[in-house]
């Protein structure tokens, strides 16, 4: 069964440093998500993208964040300059087209920033 | 926006035993997922369940879409049951909003 993937599992960083996460969507999937949970809360929405654009983001998706398509496979979310509070689980996602789809979820990478 | 709220927020269940996980949302939806969230932080899909009854071995779930409400069904619970379990909702921006979810711990 085709899934997601996300890379590194685990990322440890240095306040002030930028990260990148990656996401491999299923292949087919036209619609991709980023969804972010802090340690024991539940899971937020941050940013959805679709035909090389985001249609829609969150308020915590300020500027320190991005999103990119750098290729026909890969999704990244970038973190300029990470700080403390952005400690947490990350979780891609992504869904085909269509009215009523289910998403499906990635393993999430585990950021933590000291 | 939509709010999605779950219950119990904790049960503690020896194992062999039933339960009922309920998620009530506050406005009409397109599309309704369970998750169950293992120890190492996965999410794990049970359920695509915008309407009606679906089951998979011990997991079944109904949703009665118009009275705005879903529930999950465990049964005869073992250890590996435990973790936390999230309703996830959507209502037409194409993002899904999550309940607090129900932490369930099954006792051996």
């Known amino acids: 069964e085709p899934e997601v993937t996300q890379t590194p599992s685990h990322q440890v960083t240095q306040m002030g440093q930028e990260v990148i996460l990656r996401c491999v969507p299923i292949s087919n999937h036209l619609y991709f998500y980023w969804y972010r949970q802090i340690l024991g809360q539940k899971v937020e929405f941050l940013v959805s993208f679709y035909n090389n654009e985001i249609s829609e983001k969150s308020e915590i998706f300020d500027d320190q964040f991005s999103v990119e398509r750098p290729d026909g496979s890969n999704f990244t979310l970038k973190i300029r300059s990470t700080k403390l509070e952005d400690s947490a689980m990350y979780f891609c996602?992504?869904?085909?087209?269509?009215?009523?789809?289910?998403?499906?979820f990635g393993p999430g990478t585990r950021l933590t920033v000291t | 926006g939509i709010q999605v709220e779950q219950s119990p927020p904790d049960l503690i269940l020896q194992e062999g035993a039933n339960s009922t996980l309920r998620c009530n949302f506050s406005d009409s939806v397109n599309n309704l997922q369970w998750f169950h969230q293992n120890p190492w932080g996965q999410l794990i899909n049970l359920f695509y369940i915008p309407s009606g009854t679906k089951q998979n071995g011990r997991l079944s779930a109904t949703t009665v879409a118009t009275e705005r409400y879903s529930l999950l069904y465990i049964s005869s619970s073992q250890t590996t049951d435990s973790g936390v379990y999230f309703c996830?909702?959507?209502?037409?921006?194409?993002?899904?909003?999550f309940g607090t979810g129900t932490r369930l711990k099954v006792l051996a």
């Open positions: 996830a909702v959507e209502s037409g921006t194409y993002k899904y909003i």
């Open positions: 996602a992504s869904t085909s087209q269509g009215a009523f789809y289910e998403q499906y």
